[in-house]
């Protein structure tokens, strides 16, 4: 460079080759990646176009019409004249039935044993803390089959069948009393569910004129009265009881009458249920140790039980560490419904399996199985996101 190089040639960058260029390797890398995925896709398209050709298969989904020819012996009505649609969604259905009631008892259960867990009682912590650890270090399927196979299927017969009160108990499954609805059930359904809409709306509004007043406003107990006094008020203003209850009764060699829980049912329930309940536990766990102690400290000193500083103090801080877990097991539950297959129940992936196994047609049915589970996956990712938007504290 001389002396009389201009200044504006000093202020341009040098000039790289493009194939120097950061930028333009980085593209064409992406590029790149992407022909070869569309490459192998194509070739895993033609291959498995080719192979469903060879069979004298297609892709199309008409064959759910198709009589299915087996029956199911739990959930819907199912006979063996109906289509394997029809079969698919009984199969659904049944594994609903067993996430939604699983979701509901294994955070009761969760959120009971967590609170053991930290509980001042040697026994009942040592108690809840070996239960957590053998349920936590083994393997679900095991458990399924010890509960089943070990326990259930060992209980007495139906003559010599366990009772307790109106409930009974034996190797042919749980039996209980069942509500048979009458004339008016309809009208009061209604009304009920109207209380409890009315009630958490009121609820909420009389908490909110208490924060901004100060005026104590009492939205639990005035919510209570409507949640309870409506039903209660309307059951015996009805002409009739809205419902009667059945009891099981047992007439010759099988019982009549009442609910009945299939072992095959209660064995994936319950072992789902205290699985995921060991987990949930020690989340809970985690979620109230997280909560600064001196929270704890000022909630005593302000003259609280011990029970209202656990749910008025402890709770509701530590829900914001529970909750992004907590969606990770209610998945898990969700997933691992699964393996009810093991324990013969007759859930989703169960009647798929027998429809793919019949019908041939594997790919279809595997691949609605998939985005069945799917949807159920981010159907409840979205409840425990929406909950944990409610509950996260606000920034400015």
């Known amino acids: 460079m001389t002396l009389n190089t201009p200044k504006t040639a000093l202020l341009q960058p040098s000039r790289r080759s493009f194939w120097r260029d950061t930028r333009f390797l980085q593209a064409l890398a992406q590029i790149i990646f992407v022909i070869l995925v569309l ?3 194509r070739w895993l398209v033609g291959n498995l176009l080719t192979s469903l050709d060879e069979r004298g298969l297609d892709l199309n989904f008409s064959f759910f019409q198709r009589t299915a020819g087996f029956g199911i012996g739990e959930g819907l009505p199912f006979e063996r004249t109906d289509t ?4 698919y969604v009984v199969g659904f259905v049944n594994s609903i039935r067993v996430i939604v009631f699983g979701l509901v008892l294994a955070t009761v259960l969760g959120i009971l044993t967590g609170i053991a867990l930290l509980s001042s009682n040697w026994l009942l912590r040592n108690l809840v803390s070996a239960y957590v650890e053998v349920m936590r270090n083994t393997p679900l399927l095991v458990q399924l089959f010890f509960i089943y196979f070990g326990i259930i299927l060992k209980l007495p017969s139906l003559q010599d069948r366990l009772t307790f009160g109106p409930f009974s108990l034996s190797n042919r499954g749980f039996y209980l009393p069942r509500a048979v609805p009458q004339e008016g059930s309809t009208l009061w359904l209604a009304l009920t569910v109207a209380a409890l809409v009315g009630g958490i709306i009121l609820y909420r509004v009389l908490l909110r004129r208490r924060i901004l007043t100060g005026v104590e406003t009492w939205p ?5 009265l409507l949640i309870f006094g409506v039903p209660l008020l ?8 809205p419902y009667s209850i059945e009891y099981p009764e047992l007439v010759g060699l099988r019982i009549e009458g009442g609910a009945r829980l299939t072992p095959e049912f209660t064995g994936i329930l319950f072992g789902l249920v205290i699985y995921t309940a060991a987990f949930i ?3 809970v766990r985690a979620g109230i140790l997280a909560v600064p102690k001196g929270q704890l400290e000022a909630a005593k000193a302000s003259g609280m039980t011990q029970a209202q500083v656990l749910r008025l103090v402890i709770l509701p801080q530590a829900m914001r560490v529970i909750i992004p877990p907590l969606t990770n097991q209610y998945l898990n539950l969700a997933k691992n419904s699964s393996l009810a297959v093991g324990v013969g129940f007759p859930d989703l992936y169960n009647i798929s399996s027998t429809i793919f196994n019949q019908s041939g047609q594997a ?4 691949s609605l199985m998939m985005v069945t589970y799917l949807l159920m996956s981010l159907s409840i990712s979205a409840v425990m996101n929406a909950l944990n938007a409610r509950l996260k504290i606000l920034e400015r």
């Open 363 to 366: 790919v279809q049915v595997l």
């Open 234 to 241: 309307s059951w015996f203003l009805l002409s009739g009881s």
């Open 39 to 41: 490459i192998a896709g």
């Open 220 to 224: 639990g107990l005035k919510a209570s």
């Open 281 to 283: 536990a020690d989340i």
């Open 84 to 87: 394997y649609w029809r079969a």
